[in-house]
């Protein structure tokens, strides 16, 4: 009887035993969140004064992936803002560039309407040269047909440099057709017609400016 009650004693004690560790490990468990058990041990956590480790607590705020996304994000944001940096200034060049090119153009077309312009002017020099000298020619050939007194009183009409021209071609026709000119004899009848001084005033600017149309 006495071995019956030891072993019913022995087997109570290693049930409660049991439940102890039980709940122990189960306290302890709940405390580190791996389970949740909060209301059923809660009155033991208030006698301990501990405060029960929930999955807030035991796990990251934000987890791993989600930290390698958001690096991620930032570098693309960054490589983002550095490519439109990189925009931005070759922009600002194109946009220099192209003032610089219109610029050019701009002084190309300048120097074009100035060569034109050039152009015009001698082209019209030369024109107003070709009459004058087809009209000087025309008057020489006049003059030659006509008698020394006549052609005098002729140039006599037309100022120092008109008359210089006239006898200037008048040398140039004659070397071409191998005749003699008439221009000496024409200063000679000027100064029997009382115009010896401007003969020779035409004689001595004849020697000493150059062949030109213009005064």
């Keep these: 009887m006495a071995r019956g009650n030891g072993g019913i004693g022995k087997t109570i004690f290693l049930l409660v035993l049991i439940v102890i560790l039980v709940l122990g490990g189960l306290l302890w468990f709940d405390y580190l969140g791996v ?48 490519q439109k940096q990189e925009l931005a200034k070759r922009e600002s060049d194109i946009v220099k560039i192209e003032e610089q090119n219109e610029a050019i153009a701009k002084e190309l077309e ?34 030659n047909n006509m008698p020394p007194q006549t052609a005098v009183e002729q140039l006599l009409s037309h100022d120092d440099q008109d008359v210089i021209d006239i006898l200037r071609k008048a040398d140039e026709i004659a070397a071409e057709n191998k005749t003699v000119s008439m221009s000496s004899t ?28 213009e005064n």
């Design 35 to 82: 389970i949740h058990a909060k209301k059923l041990f809660a009155p033991a956590y208030r006698i301990f004064g501990l405060a029960p480790q929930t999955s807030q607590t035991s796990t990251p705020s934000k987890p791993l992936t989600s930290d390698l996304d958001d690096d991620r994000l930032a570098k693309g944001y960054e490589g983002i803002e550095i």
């Design 110 to 143: 300048d120097r074009k309407k100035s060569q034109d312009e050039r152009e015009k002017t001698f082209n019209n020099q030369v024109k107003k040269y070709d009459d004058r000298n087809a009209n000087i020619e025309t008057i020489v050939n006049y003059l």
């Design 186 to 213: 024409w200063l000679m009848y000027m100064g029997r017609a009382g115009q010896s001084e401007r003969a020779s005033t035409i004689e001595r600017k004849m020697a000493n400016k150059p062949e030109s149309l």
